[in-house]
């Protein structure tokens, strides 16, 4: 099946300064893949992560591996092959916790997988030692016997015993070329072991530095926030500066408004202004007028009321007209009624002649 992929995190991917063995060195600008494999032909599991075309983690996992938390959210291992120390650092508490049970869960099958091949190694040795007392018991058989007796009684059996002693010895050439190469593996894994003590030695040593630095860090970062919350409140008084501007702009363009309205209005009043001598000219006319006319008024006055004296004097004589009118007309009245009557008798008189 190949090697496929068990988990999958993302996370920031940093290795050890191997200069001075203190400090992280970025080794890739963003968070990248991180993916646990499985070699099921090899029977390894590995830790693998690629930055574009850049292989950034190649590492295989070994029982004598340790993943250790140093923060929160930041983890490390050292990997002796690769003779340096991984690190990473992952968006959460989460990620990070899950990242290290997956670690233990590959270290205890990587566990599982060597002890189960020195098992095999073990049961190698038994069988080479086996195979070197075999020869042995055939040959005191054979010497005790006679050669008919070597025929009967070893002839099949050693058949046998020699394609079975010539497996074993090619189990032990390849047990003795395994060993010979699982001792230069441990060798090595030795001296990666003694220095990735070292490694972890320094780094422990650093731990205190670290811790240091962090303690400054969050001192900065508490200082920091505070200035942002200082920031925040200015900010907000800035924006209620903003608000109250924009009022301010707004009263601004009502009083322009206003005041352009005032100046129409004074241009108006200019304008009557230049008129107002003309004004008081047709005024004074009009007064002059005015005074001729009250004294022509004054006149009138008095010519009503000498007329007013003439009317009354008609009055008083048309009542008096009109009395003897009526006297007149009464005695009129009764002259035609003398006449009338006068009328009468003679028109009997003309009847009766």
């Not at 195979?131 to 099949?156: C, M, W, Y």
């Not at 079975?164 to 441990?186: D, F, G, I, M, Y």
């Not at 990735?196 to 040593?205: C, G, P």
């Amino acid at each position: 099946m190949g090697e496929q992929p068990i988990y999958t995190t993302r996370a920031h991917v940093f290795q050890i300064d191997p200069t001075t063995k203190k400090n992280w060195v970025p080794a890739s600008k963003q968070a990248v893949t991180v993916s646990y494999f499985y070699d099921s032909t090899r029977n390894s599991y590995r830790i693998i992560s690629v930055d574009g075309s850049k292989v950034i983690i190649n590492s295989t996992i070994t029982p004598n591996m340790t993943f250790t938390k140093t923060s929160q959210k930041f983890g490390q291992w050292a990997d002796s092959r690769a003779n340096t120390v991984f690190g990473l650092g992952f968006a959460s508490e989460q990620q990070l916790a899950k990242f290290s049970e997956k670690f233990q869960e590959v270290k205890d099958a990587a566990k599982v997988v060597r002890e189960s091949q020195e098992k095999v190694e073990t049961m190698s040795n038994h069988s080479q030692e086996s195979g070197r007392e075999t020869p042995s018991s055939n040959q005191a058989s054979s010497l005790n016997g006679t050669d008919d007796e070597k025929i009967f009684h070893v002839g099949p059996e050693a058949a046998v015993l020699k394609t079975e002693n010539e497996r074993l010895k090619s189990a032990v050439e390849q047990s003795n070329t395994n060993a010979k190469k699982w001792e230069t593996e441990l060798q090595t894994l030795r001296e990666n072991n003694a220095r990735l003590v070292d490694a972890l030695q320094e780094s422990s040593a650093n731990v205190e530095s670290w811790k240091k630095q962090l303690s400054a860090c969050k001192e900065e970062s508490d200082a920091l926030r505070e200035k942002i919350t200082e920031l925040e409140a200015q900010c907000n008084e800035a924006n209620q500066e903003k608000q109250k501007n924009a009022q301010l702009s707004v009263r601004v363009q009502e009083l322009e408004t206003e005041l352009h309205e005032k100046e129409q209005e004074l241009e108006n009043l200019r304008k009557q202004a230049e008129i107002i001598p003309q004004l008081m000219a047709e005024c004074e006319s009009i007064t002059a007028k005015l005074q001729t006319a009250e004294t022509k008024n004054k006149e009138l006055e008095g010519r009503i009321g000498v007329l007013q004296l003439d009317v009354d004097d008609s009055q008083h004589k048309q009542g008096n007209m009109k009395n003897e009118l009526k006297k007149f007309m009464d005695t009129l009245d009764g002259k035609i009624d003398e006449l009338h009557e006068l009328r009468q008798g003679l028109s009997k008189l003309g009847v009766d002649n």
